[in-house]
């Protein structure tokens, strides 16, 4: 199978635009530094720690969103809650963290495989699906909350809190799994097909792609990834019923800020990076300012808009230009044409 990936263009975000999550990470990080007149070092570190969890669930988000108009996974939120329960409790009842963390995962692909049946089997919108299979996530975690009495592997903590040459191991890990998600989109049919999906999915019918088998795998990665969120998260602080509350905007807007087109066609791995150290570094900035919970997440979804504002005016510009480009070469036609007669 041929499969013909084209690139889009879109304003400020061309070229490179995983560069301004990580601009932007870099500003807030001297203006904590030059509030608190602290080292600069602690702040970075810290961040490193808390960044990875929100990149995991990112990257599962941004593979989603690349799918084309409408798929977006809201469900994220509450996947990581459920499987922060039920990861601690099979590591507790089996002694071992792997299972643990596969357990987490399996949660995850399992309320995946609800949402990829809705959408794919009955029709029903994505975001209509992932919501519904999160409130039954979320029902599910409400009940398995009340007297839950096991406690996080303490190996798996410690291996969390590990931080060879400064640098948090888990930080080293998912900088690891983002090369892979790299090479996923590029080197694989699977990657090829999702962009091409996320294009044109009619185009990608024609071309004889297995749409319906992308759309399905792309979901089920998606709730792979917030399950092993779920699950490292839980080890590290503890399971909560709301526990994955804030990674559902938080998820989309990294993927957004990271440069990944909220219309599909385009995937930034590294972006989500940047876009999530700017969202921990963002936190801390206006936690050291006071702000509430509310100005917070006002401010994150200003920062969203204001993304999408910038790259619909590129899409807009874009648009102008090829139209001026056609008309300029259909005016040169013609007074060829002319000439020749």
């Known amino acids: 199978m041929n499969i ?15 560069i301004w999550g990580f601009a932007s990470a870099a500003l807030v990080w001297l203006v904590i530094l030059a509030i608190s007149g602290q080292g600069g070092g602690q702040t970075v570190s810290l961040a490193l ?12 988000q941004m593979l989603v969103i690349s799918a084309g108009p409408g798929n977006i996974d809201v469900s994220v939120g509450s996947v990581i809650s459920l499987a922060g329960f039920v990861s601690v409790a099979a590591a507790s009842a089996t002694g071992s963290a792997a299972v643990g963390i596969l357990s987490g995962i399996g949660v995850g ?10 959408i794919l089997g009955l029709s029903v919108p994505p975001i ?6 999160g409130l039954v996530a979320s029902s599910i975690t409400l009940s398995t909350a009340n007297g839950f009495t096991a406690v996080p592997d303490p190996g798996l903590r410690s291996a ?11 930080a080293l890990a998912i900088a690891v799994l983002t090369v892979l998600v790299v090479a996923l989109l590029r080197r694989t049919v699977y990657g090829r097909s999702l962009i091409a999906v996320g294009q044109s999915r009619r185009a990608a019918e024609r071309a004889g792609i297995p749409v319906a088998r992308i759309i399905g795998a792309t979901y089920l990665l998606s709730g792979a990834l917030a399950g092993l969120t779920g699950a490292l998260l839980a080890a590290y602080i503890a399971p909560s019923a709301d526990l994955g509350t804030r990674y559902l905007l938080d998820s989309v807007a990294v993927v957004v800020i990271g440069g990944t087109l909220i219309s599909g066609g385009r995937a930034v791995p590294v972006g989500v990076w940047g876009a999530s150290v700017f969202f921990i570094l963002l936190d801390g900035l206006v936690n ?19 993304v999408l504002f910038l790259a619909g005016g590129g899409d807009r510009t874009a648009s102008l230009f090829r139209r001026r480009s056609r008309t300029a070469t259909a005016t040169t036609t013609s007074t060829g044409d002319d000439t020749d007669g």
Do not use: D, E, H, M
Request: charged share 5%; hydrophobic share 60%.
């Open 128 to 133: 209509i699906a992932t919501l519904a299979a």
């Open 49 to 60: 720690s808390l960044a990875p969890y929100l990149v995991i669930v990112g990257l599962g």
């Open 160 to 170: 969390l809190n590990l931080r060879p040459v400064g640098i948090p191991l888990l």
């Open 109 to 118: 692909v399992l309320v995946a495989a609800v949402s990829a049946v809705a």
């Open 4 to 18: 013909r990936v084209t690139r889009q263009w879109s304003g400020p975000w061309n070229g490179a635009p995983w």
């Open 288 to 306: 050291l300012v006071g702000w509430s919970t509310a100005a917070q997440n006002l401010l994150k979804g200003g920062l969203v808009l204001f």
